[in-house]
């Protein structure tokens, strides 16, 4: 049987990972002097295609430890899906402007879905306020996001993507943060967890 761990609770190299990629990617799309909305859907695409890399990762990390691999495996499998989509097309005779519309709702879809799912993390997974409001900002701001994607139709494709580089820039910098001194709160969680177990071995003793 598994043992139930949570999403946070995964190898801290996981976040660091995640954040440089996304920080980078973010960064440069926020600042290139690109105008080619074709190159920067593929830079998004391969984007996606290395995170969902980084969670099939997570996924064997957290398999190995007997850790429940649900969440991240899920989380993979639709960043790579994602990253197909937007790299291929299902008629060659259609170019990547012209399927522009919708793979900018895809992507805004992603970042709604993904900052719903951010938001309840940070209530539900984190005891120290700190992270639960660096986590819960981080959604917020990707909801916000989205729905400015949603329905910004009357600026230009290139700031679409633009926004979706914002949100990899917030989304990397929480993620980078978090990696960075994970490794001391994954720590106390355990020591916590520890005590737990000792108390609880302690009080059944004291009942017999």
Not at 60 to 65: H, P
Not at 66 to 81: D, H, K, Q, S, T
Not at 170 to 179: A, I, M, R, S
Request: glycine letters at 8%; proline letters at 1%; hydrophobic letters at 50%.
């Amino acid at each position: 049987m598994s043992t139930k761990r949570k999403y946070i609770e995964s190898h801290w190299g996981v976040f660091v990972l995640k954040g440089i990629v996304s920080l980078g990617v973010g960064f440069y799309m926020m600042f290139t002097h690109r105008q080619d909305v074709n190159y920067l859907i593929q830079v998004v695409g391969w984007t996606m295609l290395v995170l969902g890399i980084i969670e099939i990762m997570n996924v064997v990390y957290r398999k190995r430890r007997a850790y429940n691999c649900g969440f991240p495996l899920a989380l993979g499998v639709v960043e790579m899906g994602m990253s197909v989509a937007l790299l291929y097309t299902v008629n060659p005779d259609v170019s990547l402007a012209e399927l522009l519309p919708i793979r900018i709702t895809m992507l805004a879809c992603y970042v709604l879905a993904s900052s719903l799912i951010t938001v309840a993390m940070g209530f539900k997974s984190f005891d120290n306020l700190t992270d639960r409001f660096m986590w819960i900002v981080n959604g917020t701001l990707g909801c916000i996001l989205a729905f400015v994607i949603f329905n910004a139709g009357t600026i230009g494709d290139i700031a679409h993507i633009m926004l979706f580089g914002t949100y990899l820039l917030v989304n990397g910098l929480t993620d980078l943060f978090f990696g960075i001194h994970s490794k001391d709160e994954l720590k106390e969680i355990h020591s916590e967890r520890a005590l737990k177990r000792s108390e609880r071995k302690t009080a059944k003793r004291t009942k017999k």
